[in-house]
């Protein structure tokens, strides 16, 4: 699955940006990206997000700490790619 700048592989799990693999992402981490990258160019509300991932709907800030934290990942492979949308998220 490609992105301009991020590739996924689900298969092996595996995240690249810019050529370069992130490493450290955790399961949900990489489940939540993933569920990003297939909604390209559309973005997700934050309750079909946590249902993708979950299973459920996961309370507010639970979603919100590993957004956060995948944003973190990303950023030291070339900036944030996760944004906030007014119901949700959305990969850019």
């Known amino acids: 699955i490609g992105v301009p700048g991020l590739r996924i592989n689900p298969d092996i799990r595996t995240v690249w940006v810019e050529r370069?693999?992130?490493?450290?992402?955790?399961?949900k981490e990489?489940?939540?990206?993933?569920?990003?990258?297939?909604a390209v160019?559309?973005?997700?509300s934050s309750r079909d997000l946590g249902l993708r991932v979950w299973g459920r709907?996961?309370?507010?800030?639970?979603l919100a700490v590993h957004v956060?934290?995948?944003?973190?990942k990303l950023?030291?492979?070339?900036?944030?790619?996760?944004?906030?949308?007014a119901d949700g998220y959305a990969l850019q």
């Not at 709907?57 to 639970?62: L, V």
């Not at 956060?68 to 973190?72: A, I, W």
């Open 20 to 27: 370069q693999v992130v490493r450290g992402l955790t399961a």
């Open 57 to 62: 709907e996961p309370s507010t800030n639970t």
């Open 41 to 44: 160019p559309g973005s997700l």
């Open 30 to 38: 990489f489940d939540i990206l993933l569920q990003l990258a297939l």
């Open 68 to 72: 956060m934290s995948l944003r973190r």
């Open 75 to 85: 950023g030291l492979k070339g900036g944030s790619r996760v944004v906030t949308t």
